[in-house]
Structure formats: C-alpha cells, structure tokens
C-alpha cells in the first residue's frame, strides 16, 4: 500500500495535470494587474509626466488611480480567464476559502505559488517597457509600504479593508439574485481603498502583489504587515460569516460563476472536484 507521503505526491501531480490552466490563469491575471499598476503609477506620479504636471492635487491623483485598478480588477474577474480560474488574484483570498474546505489543498498551493510568480512576472515586465521610470522616488515599482502613520497605522488599515473584502465577497457571492455583481463590488472597493486608505499603508490586501514590487524594488518595510495581516483579516471575516450562516452557506469559491464554465472546485460543467 501507498503511504501517506506517496499519495500526498500523487495527488499533487494529479491536479497539476488537471489543473495547471487555471494555475497559469492566477499568475496571468496578478501579472497583468501588477503591470497596470506599475504603468499607472509611472503615468500619475511621475515627475516626468504630462498626466502628473497636468493634475497637481494629490487627492485627485489617487482617485484616478482608484479608478483604474478598480477596473482593471473588474476587468479580470468577469474575463474569459477569470471566470475560469475564478479570479482570487490574491493568496489571502486563495487560503481562506481553502480554510473554509471550498479549495483542495493541492490546489491551494499551487494557486499561491503561481500567484507570487506572477505577481513578480508582471513587475519584471513592466521594468522592461517602463525602464528607469519604474525606479523614480515617486513611482517605486508600485510598491506598498507604510506611511508617515508608522506600521501599526498601517497594519491596522490593513486588516480593516481585508475583513470588509472578503466579508463583501463572501455575502455577495453566495446571495442568489447579487452573486453576479460580487466581481463588480470587489473592484468598487479597490478604487476606494485606493483613494482613502493607501496613505496608510499603501493599499494591498494581498502578499503577492506586495511581494512583487519588493523584491525588485528592494523596499520591505513593513512587509511582515502585507504577510500576514490580509490573510489574518479574511481568516477572521470568514470565521464571522460562517458562524452567521454556517458553513453550507459558502457554495463555491469563484468570485464570478458563470453556468457554462467549468469549475475545478465544484465540478460543474465537467470541472474537477477533488
């Protein structure tokens, strides 16, 4: 008989075989997002930049920002690959719905780690075409690290908008008549958090996309909070849900469910279920 370290191996293997498109999806779609945010953040803030000359207030400057990752998000969602993947573009979103069993295990894994490669992917490529204006003291490779507040400031921030997204997403994505407007909302909350919240902590929520710009751009400051505070928050927004409705009220952990895409995670329409 096989013991519990070969099946552990088999299993893994199978579900990459199975699954490795929707791996590839998730380091897709963080790469082209990390990549928006970079070129957005060269053309807002970079001294350089017509866009940056033309609109000096800094507010402004934010909610353009806000705007543009907001759609850029819920661009990703309801595109042909986020409906396949299902769109976490986010580790904390990938272990909690694995926390509350909608995720094999396997699966998880291999969603985080293509998660983090492509999140650094997408900033590497941005360096390529962006060049030395990705590195200006105003852009920074996009990177989040926190503000003139300190890290407690920041990690507070942190936790608030973590425990709001996924409890949103979470609501949302199991109600019958709104679950269709769940990748709407996340992107709604993006821009708003980008707006009001990033001069706390610089507005993550997601220790791949942190992790991305600080391994080329050399800032980790504070990065213990983009670690482990996302993930902590949706742990506890899920914990709240959960004890609310129970736990048969989380049916998949797609962000957006179209009826003719196949799910790995529920097996609808010939996806996978573990």
Request: proline share 5%.
């Amino acid at each position: 008989m096989e013991g519990t370290k070969q099946l552990a191996v088999r299993g893994f293997r199978e579900s990459l075989a199975a699954h490795w498109p929707e791996y590839l999806i998730e380091a897709a779609l963080l790469g082209i997002f990390l990549a928006a945010a970079c070129t957005f953040t060269v053309v807002l803030q970079h001294p350089s930049s017509p866009v940056r000359q033309a609109v000096p207030s800094v507010l402004i400057r934010r909610i353009l920002t806000g705007v543009l990752m907001g759609l850029t998000a819920i661009a990703l969602i309801y595109s042909p690959w986020g409906q396949r993947s299902g769109a976490h573009l986010n580790p904390s979103v990938t272990v909690t719905f694995y926390r509350l069993q909608k995720i094999p295990r396997s699966d998880a894994i291999f969603y985080v780690l293509c998660q983090f490669a492509g999140a650094l992917i997408g900033v590497r490529a941005a360096m390529l075409y962006l060049g030395d204006a990705l590195a200006n003291s105003k852009v920074e490779y996009a990177a989040t690290h926190p503000g003139d507040r300190g890290q407690l400031a920041a990690a507070t921030a942190e936790f608030v908008i973590s425990f709001l997204l996924m409890s949103i997403v979470l609501y949302l994505s199991n109600h019958t008549q709104l679950k269709n407007l769940t990748g709407v909302c996340a992107g709604l909350l993006v821009a708003t958090y980008i707006a009001v919240e990033s001069p706390y902590s610089g507005m993550s929520m997601n220790p791949a996309r942190s992790f991305g710009s600080a391994l080329p751009s050399g800032i980790w400051s504070g990065f213990w909070i983009y670690l482990l505070i996302p993930p902590l928050a949706m742990f506890t927004a899920a914990e709240v849900y959960v004890r609310a409705r129970g736990r048969s009220a989380v049916q998949c952990c797609k962000l957006y469910h179209p009826s003719k895409r196949r799910c790995i995670f529920c097996g609808a329409n010939g996806g996978f279920h573990e």
